[in-house]
């Protein structure tokens, strides 16, 4: 792997974990997919111990094998590269549309700055058209 790669993917993991960590509550409630008819309810349903989606992180596991199977490891790592400054740039982008619709958060939510949304898109997209530009 390439110094770019390791990165653009650290910055990239280390966001998504973040926001996941800091903001996450900030969606506590409110990107119910499965709830909404989005995504079917079993995907939703959380195991009491661990509070996870057991269904879905099984998919999601599954996925990753058939993948890390089927590529190559080089095109592998790309994809998860690009897929995680992609996915980073929808949650920011998703942020940035709750924080803007929203006059005054829930009590007791931990309220993430605005700009950190914003920095996060920006640096999310950047990185990304930066590694496609120059890798693709």
Same mark, same amino acid.
């Given at each position: 792997?390439? *110094?770019?790669?390791? =990165? +653009? &993917?650290?910055?990239?993991? =280390?966001?998504?974990?973040?926001?996941?960590?800091?903001?996450?509550?900030?969606?506590?409630?409110? /990107?119910?997919? $499965?709830?909404?008819?989005? =995504? #079917? !309810?079993?995907?939703?349903?959380?195991?009491? @111990?661990?509070? +996870? %989606?057991?269904?879905?992180?099984?998919?999601?596991? /599954?996925?990753?094998?058939?993948? /890390?199977?089927? @590529?190559?490891? *080089?095109?592998?790592?790309?994809?998860?590269?690009?897929?995680?400054?992609?996915? &980073? !740039?929808?949650?920011?982008?998703? =942020?940035?549309?709750?924080?803007?619709? *929203?006059?005054? %958060?829930?009590?007791?939510?931990? @309220? $993430? #700055?605005?700009? @950190?949304?914003? !920095?996060?898109?920006?640096?999310?997209?950047?990185?990304?058209?930066?590694?496609?530009?120059?890798?693709?």
């Amino acid at each position: 792997m390439s *110094e770019l790669t390791i =990165l +653009t &993917v650290a910055p990239a993991k =280390l966001q998504l974990h973040a926001h996941a960590h800091a903001c996450g509550p900030l969606w506590a409630g409110r /990107s119910d997919w $499965c709830g909404q008819g989005n =995504l #079917p !309810a079993f995907l939703g349903r959380l195991n009491p @111990v661990t509070g +996870t %989606p057991l269904v879905a992180t099984a998919i999601g596991v /599954s996925m990753i094998l058939v993948f /890390s199977l089927a @590529v190559p490891l *080089e095109g592998l790592a790309k994809l998860t590269k690009q897929f995680t400054l992609g996915v &980073v !740039a929808i949650v920011n982008l998703s =942020l940035i549309r709750i924080k803007m619709r *929203e006059v005054a %958060p829930p009590p007791g939510i931990f @309220v $993430c #700055p605005f700009w @950190v949304s914003v !920095a996060g898109l920006i640096a999310s997209v950047l990185l990304l058209a930066l590694d496609i530009v120059l890798f693709s």
